[in-house]
């Protein structure tokens, strides 16, 4: 810029290279540092070209380790954590967003009784191979079990999302009661193909699926008996 300086004036057109040259928007960026600069070469001083601006970004110590101290019941949204903490949402959406803190999901399990261990540890040894005590311990390959598994269904759902033309009539869809929907079962077994002593095979089906359907009239509840 100082080499296109001549006279107290830049040379015609200047100002709107350096826009391009810089990918500024608009030329007033470039006339307002000029003049700043401009106004220092006056005065003698030394040319500085910072931004004047400070903005009002104020540095908040968070003590994260706090949230410790919060019950579990509070911690379950972003608003009740940010009430416990005395913080904005954003303030707590930005710990998150850093890795300072983290959404978990936490899914209930089932609680086993000690009889439960103990059925559950008996089934287990009682899937070794006899023929392998004497030895090393080898399970049975269970090449002679069958297993069978059960799914459920419902019918429809609740709620379903659908994508329609901006002329297409929208579904109608009804329920007796949204709480009872109707399902359905399917039942699922897995085996290995079977063998005759001859090495004939009788059974090829590997899987197979079944499905369960009985409908019958609810029995009437009398309460005043």
């Given at each position: 810029m100082s080499l296109s300086y001549q006279n107290g004036k830049l040379e015609h057109g200047y100002i709107n290279e350096l826009s391009l040259e810089f990918e500024v928007t608009t030329m007033l960026t470039i006339s307002k540092i000029w003049k700043d600069v401009h106004a220092q070469l006056k005065a003698g001083k030394l040319i500085n070209v910072a931004r004047k601006y400070k903005g009002t970004k104020s540095t908040r110590f968070i003590d994260v380790e706090k949230v410790k101290s919060i019950e579990l019941k509070d911690r379950m949204c972003l608003k009740d954590l940010a009430f416990g903490l005395g913080l904005p949402i954003t303030t707590i959406w930005k710990l998150v967003q850093k890795g300072e803190m983290k959404c978990h999901t936490s899914d209930i399990r089932s609680s086993l009784t000690t009889q439960n261990k103990i059925t559950r540890l008996q089934w287990v040894v009682g899937k070794i191979s006899a023929s392998s005590l004497r030895g090393n311990l080898v399970f049975d390959a269970m090449?002679?079990?069958?297993?069978?598994?059960?799914?459920?269904?419902?019918?429809?759902?609740?709620?379903?999302?659908?994508?329609?033309?901006?002329?297409?009539?929208?579904?109608?869809?009804?329920?007796?009661?949204?709480?009872?929907?109707?399902?359905?079962?399917?039942?699922?077994?897995?085996?290995?193909?079977?063998?005759?002593?001859?090495?004939?095979?009788?059974?090829?089906?590997?899987?197979?699926?079944?499905?369960?359907?009985?409908?019958?009239?609810?029995?009437?509840?009398?309460?005043?008996?």
């Open positions: 090449y002679d079990v069958v297993h069978i598994d059960e799914k459920h269904f419902y019918m429809t759902r609740t709620t379903t999302r659908y994508y329609l033309l901006p002329n297409e009539q929208k579904p109608h869809r009804t329920c007796q009661l949204k709480r009872f929907i109707n399902k359905f079962m399917f039942m699922a077994t897995v085996a290995r193909p079977r063998y005759s002593d001859d090495g004939v095979v009788y059974l090829t089906v590997k899987l197979v699926f079944f499905h369960l359907y009985m409908k019958w009239r609810s029995a009437r509840i009398e309460k005043r008996l």
